[in-house]
Nanobody, 126 residues
Framework: QAELVESGGGSVQAGGSLRLSCVGSEYTYNSDCVAWFRQAPGKEREGVAHIDNDGTTTYADSVKGRFTISKDNAKRTMYLQMNSLKPEDTATYYC????????????????????WGKGTLVTISS
């Protein structure tokens, strides 16, 4: 069964931190690439960070140095640690997985993902 379930969203002030979690079924978690995307109202869904099974990570320029993606294989859980949050980080955050094929090398985009969670809302106030 293909499943991804996010948690950890909420409302914080600018400068604060949140940690998002995404638990996957065995089938989805063992994908070649797992990733976080976000979508703000009126905007397209954009990639935030991904981690491939070989450990390669990529971050959007807007979050480099502030966000960290990681995995705990024993728990089948992916995390997104978000520090120094800004109002422009406000969005619904989705975890996603690309079953076959890494995201590095030009495949870190929404249309390349095979599975999606339902999202968790992050709101940053100034």
């Amino acid at each position: 069964q293909a499943e991804l379930v996010e948690s950890g969203g909420g409302s914080v002030q600018a400068g604060g931190s949140l940690r998002l979690s995404c638990v996957g079924s065995e089938y989805t978690y063992n994908s070649d690439c797992v990733a976080w995307f976000r979508q703000a109202p009126g905007k397209e869904r954009e990639g935030v960070a991904h981690i491939d099974n070989d450990g390669t990570t990529t971050y959007a320029d807007s979050v480099k140095g502030r966000f960290t993606i990681s995995k705990d294989n024993a728990k089948r859980t992916m995390y997104l640690q978000m520090n120094s949050l800004k109002p422009e980080d406000t969005a619904t955050y989705y975890c996603a997985a690309r079953r076959w094929g890494y995201c590095a090398g030009g495949y870190f985009e929404a249309k390349a993902m095979d599975f999606w969670g339902k999202g968790t809302l992050v709101t940053i106030s100034s």
